[in-house]
């Protein structure tokens, strides 16, 4: 097995894993497993600093995110798509199949959006129901000031989605704070369990928008709203994957237990861009660097893949590639969650400075 210090998947701590070996009772009718979930769901809402209901869905992190737009779109709605990377506009396309009408506000994917400029924007056209941004967007690690964008959303009476899939527990992210209607997570980041679940903290706001509905909700399994009284009810819209949720579980408590996660995230990618730098490597971004990710340049001389096939079979460490307009255009090195630690940190630099000698590049 090699390390792996991927955007996502991450490194799955062992009692993680074993948490997921647990006896399965029938997750549709003990009553017991809804207490459980329930309990999941609140310290979800209770890390992220919200009273906002948390909602644990059976699907990957994608899931979320088009659960958030089938449930807030009706047809003809105007929706603002935030874009300044990949998933900020692969948001346009939920909102269009759903029947909205997206609209993009695109800036460089160099730099996070900028408060001022989207304000200015605001006053000339706020007519939308809804926005979408990304907090952290993973393929060029570009990191958004949701505390700053999210409220200003608010402030001209539109509701906001969150895709904080990749950032959550890497940075801060207080949802009550940011005033952010519904925010979405998953499994496979920096809460380092295995890929299969996603979740959403929906506000008060959000649910009244889905009840005012004139058209009913063109999705059963990416519908928000077949929640609405399931603890009471004991009812789940389907049946839940307990396993998964039990390994969420203890990766959460994992992130409850540990006290000093945003500043150690804080400084190993910190440590990370000094060492790229100074080695005369180019960072991919200008500014708004997220401490869950660190994006580089290929050097010119050598491929992408190259640099990747080197680390792997040589060095036993995974790193990731882009997608998109980035593919083959930069290297990413994921150090969310289990993954940032100093030890695989260390490994991680050493073997890359080996690498990137071998394939010729002269670093300073
Ligand atoms: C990983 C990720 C997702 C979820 O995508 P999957 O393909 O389900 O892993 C969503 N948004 C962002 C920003 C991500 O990094």
């Given at each position: 097995m090699?390390?792996m210090?991927?955007p996502?998947?991450?490194?799955?701590?062992e009692?993680v894993?074993?948490?997921?070996?647990?006896e399965?009772?029938?997750?549709?009718?003990d009553?017991?497993?809804?207490?459980?979930?329930?309990e999941?769901?609140?310290?979800i809402?209770?890390?992220?600093?919200?009273?906002?209901?948390?909602?644990?869905?059976?699907?990957?992190g994608i899931?979320?995110?088009e659960?958030?737009?089938?449930?807030?779109t009706?047809p003809?709605?105007?929706v603002?798509?935030?874009d300044?990377?990949?998933?900020?506009?692969?948001?346009?396309?939920?909102?269009?199949?759903?029947?909205?009408?997206p609209?993009?506000y695109?800036?460089?994917?160099k730099?996070?959006i900028d408060?001022?400029?989207?304000?200015?924007?605001?006053?000339?056209d706020h007519?939308?129901?809804y926005?979408?941004?990304?907090?952290?967007?993973?393929?060029?690690?570009?990191?958004n000031?949701i505390a700053?964008?999210?409220?200003?959303?608010k402030?001209y009476g539109?509701?906001?989605?969150?895709?904080?899939?990749?950032s959550m527990?890497g940075?801060?992210v207080?949802?009550?704070?940011?005033q952010?209607?519904?925010?979405?997570g998953?499994?496979?980041?920096?809460?380092?369990?295995?890929?299969?679940?996603?979740?959403?903290t929906?506000?008060?706001d959000?649910?009244k928008?889905m009840?005012?509905?004139?058209?009913?909700i063109?999705?059963?399994?990416?519908?928000?709203q077949?929640?609405?009284g399931?603890?009471?009810a004991k009812?789940?819209?389907?049946?839940?994957?307990?396993?998964?949720?039990?390994?969420?579980r203890a990766?959460?408590?994992?992130?409850?237990?540990d006290?000093?996660?945003l500043a150690?995230?804080?400084?190993?990618?910190?440590?990370?861009?000094k060492s790229l730098t100074?080695?005369?490597?180019k960072?991919?971004?200008?500014s708004?660097?997220?401490?869950?990710?660190t994006v580089?340049?290929?050097?010119?001389?050598?491929?992408?893949q190259?640099?990747?096939?080197?680390m792997?079979?040589e060095h036993n460490?995974l790193?990731?590639?882009?997608?998109?307009?980035?593919?083959?255009?930069v290297i990413r090195i994921g150090?969310m969650?289990a993954?940032?630690?100093?030890?695989d940190?260390?490994d991680t630099?050493?073997a890359?400075?080996?690498?990137l000698k071998k394939?010729?590049?002269?670093?300073?």
């Amino acid at each position: 097995m090699y390390k792996m210090m991927t955007p996502g998947p991450t490194q799955v701590k062992e009692n993680v894993r074993l948490a997921r070996a647990g006896e399965c009772g029938n997750p549709d009718i003990d009553e017991s497993f809804f207490d459980f979930y329930k309990e999941t769901c609140e310290l979800i809402s209770r890390l992220l600093h919200t009273g906002n209901e948390t909602l644990i869905l059976g699907g990957e992190g994608i899931l979320g995110l088009e659960a958030a737009c089938a449930s807030l779109t009706e047809p003809g709605d105007r929706v603002l798509v935030l874009d300044n990377g990949i998933f900020g506009e692969g948001f346009a396309d939920f909102v269009s199949l759903y029947g909205g009408v997206p609209k993009k506000y695109t800036v460089d994917g160099k730099n996070p959006i900028d408060a001022g400029d989207l304000q200015e924007f605001l006053e000339k056209d706020h007519g939308f129901k809804y926005a979408t941004l990304v907090h952290c967007d993973t393929p060029s690690g570009i990191l958004n000031d949701i505390a700053v964008l999210c409220p200003l959303l608010k402030k001209y009476g539109i509701l906001t989605v969150v895709d904080a899939v990749s950032s959550m527990f890497g940075e801060e992210v207080h949802v009550d704070g940011s005033q952010i209607d519904i925010v979405c997570g998953g499994s496979q980041k920096a809460v380092s369990a295995p890929p299969g679940l996603a979740f959403v903290t929906v506000s008060a706001d959000a649910k009244k928008a889905m009840a005012g509905r004139k058209t009913p909700i063109a999705s059963f399994y990416a519908n928000l709203q077949v929640f609405e009284g399931y603890y009471e009810a004991k009812w789940f819209p389907y049946t839940m994957p307990i396993s998964d949720i039990y390994g969420l579980r203890a990766a959460l408590d994992n992130i409850a237990a540990d006290t000093d996660m945003l500043a150690r995230h804080a400084k190993i990618a910190a440590e990370c861009r000094k060492s790229l730098t100074e080695a005369g490597l180019k960072l991919h971004l200008q500014s708004g660097f997220s401490n869950t990710v660190t994006v580089f340049d290929v050097p010119p001389g050598t491929a992408a893949q190259e640099i990747l096939d080197v680390m792997r079979t040589e060095h036993n460490i995974l790193l990731a590639g882009s997608f998109g307009s980035l593919s083959g255009k930069v290297i990413r090195i994921g150090h969310m969650g289990a993954n940032a630690n100093e030890k695989d940190m260390a490994d991680t630099m050493e073997a890359l400075w080996m690498t990137l000698k071998k394939l010729g590049v002269e670093l300073r």
